[in-house]
């Protein structure tokens, strides 16, 4: 049996997400700028020796779930190798990946032989014009070949993940439900969260009224879906379609938060809206024991905040997404 991390507001953190890369290949526009070049150095990244070394000790005290994020985790070289190495680590239950999906088509069999059990894509619109101009890139048909690769290889399920940018793309949410029910994959709808200059200069939007129109449209009730995330989800009658709900702002999920975020650099950070942060970085660098890392990790999980205040301070987070890990 292995240990849990519980922090002082009684919530069991089972969750890690663990960002590979910084760098990404698109420019979505509540994620990165334009012409950010602020990108950490690669001499400052872990290692897969020391990914591995650190997620062991995470593993043993008590995180069952870790998910491969970014930047685009698929940038980082030879990453099926990483992910059969943390697949294989005594205690964990389950291995996945986020991923904007332009590389995925090359890598999808091999991350699958790896060990990892299921992705979440990125996309944000059926367009490819549209697509253009969110990412700042022609990525379209790769990412639509990214899909129908992960697919063929058998990972399920699939979660298409779309960011609501309101006069951008939210007046085809009604499309990307029609191509998820269609595809058979799981939409989760997520509102932009202010992170950074790029993230605060987008509009809000608040998905309740969303929410409440595809209720009716297609008589949906509760669902519960695997993944340990935020979302909250409804299914049709049948049980053929599932659509998620990631609100951070409009009902925030903090009081059922179970997850951290460790960026490409070591530093582990407690909350996406809050300062909270570890270095282990430093630590496994100087030195420190297995033993002195779990104890600095419960220590960390003490730090973690109540809740984000995205509404009430929206100015407070002046990082980027991508440099968080999604």
């Known amino acids: 049996m292995f240990p849990s991390l519980v922090d002082r507001f009684g919530r069991q953190i089972s969750y890690l997400r663990l960002s590979v890369t910084d760098r990404c290949d698109l420019r979505c526009a509540y994620c990165i700028p334009k012409g950010f070049k602020g990108f950490e150095v690669p001499a400052h990244w872990l290692t897969f020796a020391e990914v591995e070394r650190l997620m062991a000790v995470f593993v043993r005290s008590g995180v069952s779930h870790i998910r491969l994020t970014g930047g685009e985790p698929l940038l ?28 995925l088509e090359g890598h999808a069999r ?15 619109s059926l367009v490819p014009e549209q697509i253009n101009c969110l990412t700042g890139q022609d990525a379209f048909a790769k990412i639509m070949a990214g899909i129908r690769a992960a697919q063929r290889v058998g990972f399920s399920p699939i979660k298409i993940n779309m960011v609501i940018v309101p006069g951008v793309n939210d007046h085809e949410i009604d499309s990307m439900v029609d191509f998820c029910r269609t595809h ?18 987008i509009t809000p939007y608040d998905l309740q009224e969303t929410r409440r129109r595809l209720t ?19 299914q049709d009658s049948g049980g053929t379609f ?21 960026t490409v650099d070591g530093i582990l950070h407690l909350c996406l809206g809050q300062e909270a942060r ?19 990790l419960r220590a960390a999980i ?25």
């Open 76 to 103: 980082r070289a030879q990453l099926p190798l990483l992910a059969q190495r943390l697949a294989a680590l005594p205690g964990l239950e389950e291995l996945s990946l986020s991923t904007n999906a332009t590389q």
């Open 110 to 124: 091999a991350l699958r032989d790896a060990g990892v059990s299921r992705v979440n894509i990125s996309l944000d």
């Open 184 to 201: 058979k994959l799981i939409l989760r709808l997520i509102e932009p969260m202010p992170m950074g200059d790029s993230g605060r200069a």
């Open 216 to 234: 009716q449209r297609f008589d949906l009730v509760p669902a519960l879906i695997s993944g340990g995330g935020p979302a909250y989800y409804l």
């Open 242 to 262: 599932n659509v998620g709900f990631i609100t951070p702002i409009s009902r925030h999920f903090c009081a059922t938060c179970n997850r951290v975020r460790l």
């Open 278 to 296: 570890v270095d282990f970085r430093t630590l496994i660098r100087s030195g420190a024991s297995d033993e002195e890392l779990a104890v600095t």
């Open 302 to 326: 003490e730090l973690k905040p109540e809740r984000h205040e995205f509404r009430e301070a929206p100015e407070k987070i002046m990082r980027f997404m991508s440099s968080t890990g999604g």
